[in-house]
């Protein structure tokens, strides 16, 4: 049988410095109809790049939704972490929403390959009302 060792027993999340993270923001358009498109992000340095930085990057970096007011990040899952089974947001831990702009990546728990949605505040809330998704 055949041994394995170009594999490296290093977790991804591990894999790469603070300062040359990759990040996958989820930029949600409709919870109801689950419309999201990811932008995956490299080279990102956590320990400089804030919360606000993050919001304005993604924002040029997906511009089709322009008729969506994107305000609001919140964790989504880590490299190894449990997921949830909604497919584009974590409708749970309400304490994951990052209101703090100036709080680096870093601070905020960003680890390399973390995955984050982005979306409207006030979309996000009436959806947590009523979880109804459509085809």
Sequence with gaps: MATYTDF??????????KTSAILTVRVIKSFQYRTERSLVLQDINLETTTVGQL?????QGWKPYRNVELDTLKLYSQAHGAKTTNLIINLDHNEWILTDDTKTL???????????????????????QNP????
Excluded: C, H, M
Excluded at 8 to 17: E, F, G, W
Excluded at 132 to 135: G, K, N
């Design 8 to 17: 490296s027993d290093v977790p991804t999340n591990l894999a790469r410095p």
């Design 55 to 59: 919001k304005d990057i993604s924002r």
């Design 106 to 128: 870093a601070q905020a728990g960003f680890e390399n390959e973390t995955e984050v949605s982005f979306f409207d505040r006030n979309l996000y809330e009436q959806f947590k």
């Design 132 to 135: 109804q998704t459509t085809w």
